[in-house]
């Protein structure tokens, strides 16, 4: 192992949200230079971050521990800290800890950039929107918002009515299809988590059996789920 190393530029609309890889492993020891590299970007009035964690192999508690202490501060300033790009091993630790009660994952970096920029009313329909980080150019996950802007339409209402008879009743594949009716701009990783609420049997799945139904489903993309969900 060779400790952490931390890297980090702007991105977003107007570049005014931090684009942050982690790499290597995060506890104890090296849990101090997140907590400082944090305390820098936020001494910089920087308060939201889109945390990249393909490159970390493992996440002690005391290395969540990081992110839990300073997301306060970060929402009390209007940020907030969104992580993509966890490994299944990392997720389950991150799972069991219940961290995804206070942290939320998203499927790729477009997807989080353009919530921050959406929840923030910009229009990324008129405006330029920057470049993503080079591996995130090819992911093809993020919609763009002049769909999201259409997603209501007359009958939705009845449509989802009719997903949520008895859900929990359902197969697991109608689980994951009512799941999307509802939401077709939801991610993987929000999917599996739906899938263990009582309201869909408290399911549980794991990582390679969830990505394969959806592969096998032709619901593996946003842009696939988007067509289902105007199929209906």
Do not use: C
Request: aromatic fraction near 12%; charge should be neutral.
């Amino acid at each position: 192992m060779e400790g952490i190393r931390i890297v980090n530029k702007n991105v977003g609309l107007y570049e005014d949200i931090i684009y942050l890889q982690i790499f290597g492993y995060v506890d104890t020891t090296t849990s101090l230079e997140l907590v400082q590299h944090f305390k820098s970007l936020m001494g910089k009035d920087e308060y939201q971050f889109v945390v990249d964690m393909s490159g970390v192999n493992y996440v002690s508690s005391a290395g969540w521990g990081v992110f839990v202490g300073e997301i306060k501060d970060i929402r009390e300033n209007g940020g907030d800290i969104k992580i993509v790009h966890m490994t299944p091993e990392v997720y389950d630790v991150f799972e069991m800890l219940e961290f995804n009660r206070i942290l939320r994952v998203f499927d790729s970096v477009a997807e989080a950039i353009n919530e921050f920029d959406f929840i923030r009313g910009f229009d990324l329909t008129q405006t330029p929107v920057k470049e993503l980080p080079l591996e995130e150019k090819t992911a093809g996950n993020a919609i763009p918002f002049a769909e999201v802007q259409m997603i209501q339409k007359p009958g939705d209402e009845k449509r989802w009515e009719r997903s949520q008879t008895n859900p929990q009743y359902l197969p697991l594949s109608e689980k994951i299809k009512s799941i999307i009716i509802q939401n077709p701009l939801i991610g993987f990783w929000q999917i599996k988590k739906q899938l263990k609420t009582e309201k869909y049997g408290k399911d549980k799945i794991g990582y390679w059996k969830l990505r394969n139904m959806l592969k096998e489903m032709s619901l593996d993309t946003k842009e696939r789920r988007m067509r289902f969900y105007r199929s209906r």
